[in-house]
């Protein structure tokens, strides 16, 4: 029994299920050769022209470029455009893009500046001896992309493919009507076509190579066959049938095999390319020119000049159609591709792109609207048309109905979108809308599901990893618990020796405090240790009382004789006034020592804790005070001319000195003389300014303080006697009150009259 592949070898051919045959209408378009358009004045290019992601420019606004230079990036997968003519890039901005939507994408505008200046082209020499692998980067960064309509990278196609592959099959069926790039490419580049082929076959090393065309192409058939006469190559004319060029048609075709659901040519053995790559796969390695260009087919009744034109990548819709002489006012619609499997453009500015193969504008005879959709009828004629041998009507109630797993269920995307249910449908159901429709939303919806599950994933993990370490630290706990409680151990004989010694300090301690406290309770009668410093510090003090006493007593003595010679000889009557004068003066020095002592009593709480340097210094302040009021007495007494004016102020002092030195025995008192030196220093504080300012005026200050002690007792001293004084001045200020009330009445008297 012969094997598939020797039945394929011998030319025998298969059949597809289902498919039709609608009017080709091609020999319109190749009634001429490829001709060349002019440059439009403005190319529009998207930067994702195949199926996968964009690349990442390279150029900005404002750059000059030159034609075949790179302007994307070819990394992650991503296949990079070039300039298809030397200019200037103007913009990147987004444009419509060429979909059924129409929706903006990321485009780059460029205006051509018509030099045509090439970048360096860069050819590889004797491809046929480089490794494959070098060949395949050089397609990449060509940037070739499938160019029959699916716009699959070519390099990663031939990367993909297995090493057992055995057949190579051309695609040059070009099944579709008005659609005829590919048979003028084979008829006028068959040589370049043929390059292209030994090329992949060089990388691949296929064991079979089979060019597929339909048999009304026979011009393409001759061409193709002659140029590959010298290479292991079988070119097969297979009937005329839409959709003959589809991928697993044509392999079940010239195979016999089957291609799985959901699965690839390679699942049969199979790697297959386009005419129209297979040449711009030659032009890459063999010219060095990047995939800049293709052969497009402009045709309809609208237009006037239909046929085939090399046009660049980027072009307007537009201008082809203005090159080709347009007719609007017959035709209203424009079609981008083929009457089955192309759509309409919402306008004429959409740019072509790599896998933009045909213009159709049809007259409104030519091609019909489509009328209004009406029930389907269940008459099966989309199951009999299938190629896939699928089940259109229930797709078109899942999908309609947004049943979407069901419609997975039933192969949806198994269907190719050729057409023809659409096509024989009596009720003129646009079934291929309804799929495409279907396939998004599910797509969309894998889309989500899967990101979901990546969260999901990642949560998962992240609560895994957080268990983990959980479970480290609560690990890594226990191990320092163990380590502590093995070092407490191993420490507990030293611990234990720890609180021997403190136990011990804590007892010393404890009997320390308790003599402490016996010897305390023993002399809790007895008299602070202080005492006798105290007791001697007063002693000092009243020593020093009396000899001040003393001296001032000698001093009244002197001036007191003085005083009663000179009082003999004045007269009486001077003696009266004199006498009056200082009565007076003695009442006015009582009242203001009477309102001194009370501002004195009010500040003597704040004074009570003076230092005793504070002590001695009032107590000098008061000595000076004192001297003060003498001397100025005395030159009252001088003023006066009187000598019983004297002798009666003298007389007054030396009743207040006798009365002094009577009482000097009271300085005996501690506590009286602490409290009268607290009241002093009080007075001197807040009459310091005052007494200062009598010191710098009286020039008789230097008696008293020639006479003062130095030393600390004396001033001391000094300070006890003046508040003993100022007790007896107000003593005396009360008698002195009650004398002048008896003298004035004495001299209100007839007899001193």
Known sequence: METTFELVKEGKLWDFPGGIHPPIRKEVSTAHPIKRFPLPDHLYLPLKQHIGRGGRLLVAVGDSVKKGQQLTTGEQGALPIHAPTSGKVEAITDYPSAHPSALPEPTLVMRPDGNEAWVTKTPIDNPLQQPAKRLIQHIADAGIAGLGGAGFPAARKLSGAPEDIEFLIINGAECEPYISCDDMLMREHAREIALGIELLVHILRPKLVLVGIEDDKQQAITAITEATSTLNVEVRAIPTKYPSGGEKQLVQLLTGREVPSDGLPYDAGVVMHNVGTTF??????????????????????????????????GTPVRHLLEQANYQSKHGRRIIMGGPMMGFTLPHANIPLVKISNCILAPSENELPLAGKEMPCIRCGQCADACPASLLPQQLFWYSSHHELEKAREYKLFDCIECGACAYVCPSEIPLVHYYRKAKSELRQHDADALKSEKARIRFEARNERL???????????????????????????????????????????????????????????????????????????????????????????????????????????????????????????????????????????????????????????????????????????????????????????????????????????????????????????????????????????????????????????????????????????????????????????????
Do not use: C
């Not at 390695?285 to 497009?296: A, T």
């Not at 501002?599 to 004074?607: D, F, H, P």
């Open 280 to 313: 711009a796969i030659k032009r890459a390695i063999y010219d060095g020119e990047p995939l800049l260009e293709r052969v497009v087919t402009v045709t309809g009744d609208a237009v006037g000049q239909p046929g085939n034109y090399w046009a660049h990548f």
């Open 467 to 753: 268990e983990q370490e959980k479970l480290a630290r609560e690990a890594k706990h226990r191990e320092a618990v163990a380590k502590r409680q093995a070092a407490v151990a191993g420490r507990q004989g030293a611990q234990d020796a720890v609180a021997a010694a403190l136990a011990r300090v804590k007892s010393k301690q404890t009997t320390e405090v308790a003599d402490a406290k016996a010897s305390v309770d023993a002399q809790g009668n007895l008299v602070p240790d202080n005492q006798q410093a105290i007791d001697a510090r007063e002693q000092r003090k009243a020593q020093a009382a009396q000899r001040r006493a003393e001296k001032v007593a000698q001093s009244t003595q002197k001036d007191s004789s003085a005083t009663t010679d000179a009082a003999h000889s004045a007269d009486n009557n001077k003696t009266t006034v004199a006498a009056a004068v200082a009565r007076a003066k003695a009442k006015a020095e009582a009242r203001k020592e009477v309102q001194d002592n009370k501002e004195v009593a009010s500040n003597s709480e704040v004074v009570d804790n003076a230092s005793p340097a504070n002590e001695a210094m009032d107590a000098k302040k008061a000595a000076v005070a004192a001297a003060v009021a003498r001397a100025k007495a005395k030159a009252e007494a001088k003023k006066s001319n009187n000598a019983a004016q004297i002798a009666e102020t003298d007389s007054t002092q030396n009743t207040a000195t006798a009365a002094a030195i009577e009482d000097s025995d009271a300085a005996k008192a501690a506590k009286k003389a602490a409290v009268a030196a607290a009241v002093a220093r009080a007075k001197a504080k807040a009459e310091a300014k005052k007494q200062a300012q009598y010191t710098a005026d009286e020039p008789s200050n230097s008696d008293v303080t020639q006479d003062e002690p130095n030393s600390k007792q004396a001033a001391i001293a000094a300070a006890v006697a003046k508040a003993k004084a100022k007790a007896l001045a107000r003593q005396e200020a009360q008698k002195n009150q009650q004398a002048a009330s008896s003298e004035r009445a004495t001299d209100d008297s007839p007899g001193d009259k």
